[in-house]
C-alpha cells in the first residue's frame, strides 16, 4: 500500500493460500434468502449422493425474522466459526414460510451457518 493512502471498504483485502488469492467471505455481496416465523427456510436441491437425487434440508437460525446470505465463490476463505450444514449439486431452491425466495445453480453448493444469523452459500 503506497504512504499516505486511505484503504476503502470496497477495496478487497487479498490474502494469499499457497499461489490461490483468497477473499474473505465478508467482502461478498449479502442477498436476502427468505423470511420466517418459525426461524427455518428449506433448501431444496440436487445432490447425486442422494438415491434419488432430490435432497430436502431445513436451514435453522437463532430467531424469527429476515435472513441474508453472503454469496461467495471458489476464492472465498470462509471463517472457522461456520459450519457445513448441506452441500448440493446443479441447482438449490430455497422457500420461507410462504414462497420460493432464491434460486442457485453451479457445480457444487455449500450452505454454512455461523451463530444466530450468520448464513454463506458458497457457488463453485
Not at 41 to 52: A, C, I, P, Q
Not at 72 to 83: L, P, Q
Not at 97 to 111: G, M, P, Q, S, Y
Request: proline fraction near 2%; include cysteine; aromatic fraction near 10%.
Amino acid at each position: 500500500m503506497q504512504p499516505g493512502r486511505v484503504l476503502q471498504a470496497t477495496e478487497p483485502q487479498i490474502k494469499l493460500k499457497g499461489e490461490i488469492k483468497m477473499k474473505n467471505y465478508k467482502e461478498y455481496d449479502k442477498e436476502y434468502i427468505g423470511g420466517s416465523d418459525i426461524a427455518t427456510l428449506v433448501l431444496v436441491g440436487f445432490n447425486r449422493e442422494v438415491d434419488n437425487g432430490l435432497k430436502i434440508e431445513p436451514l435453522h437460525f437463532g430467531g424469527d425474522g429476515s435472513y441474508n446470505a453472503y454469496v461467495v465463490d471458489a476464492d472465498a476463505e470462509i471463517g472457522n466459526h461456520y459450519k457445513e450444514v448441506a452441500s448440493f449439486n446443479s441447482w438449490l431452491k430455497i422457500y420461507d414460510d410462504e414462497e420460493l425466495t432464491k434460486r442457485f445453480e453451479a457445480d457444487n453448493i455449500t450452505v454454512y451457518r455461523a451463530a444466530e444469523m450468520g448464513c454463506i452459500i458458497k457457488l463453485h
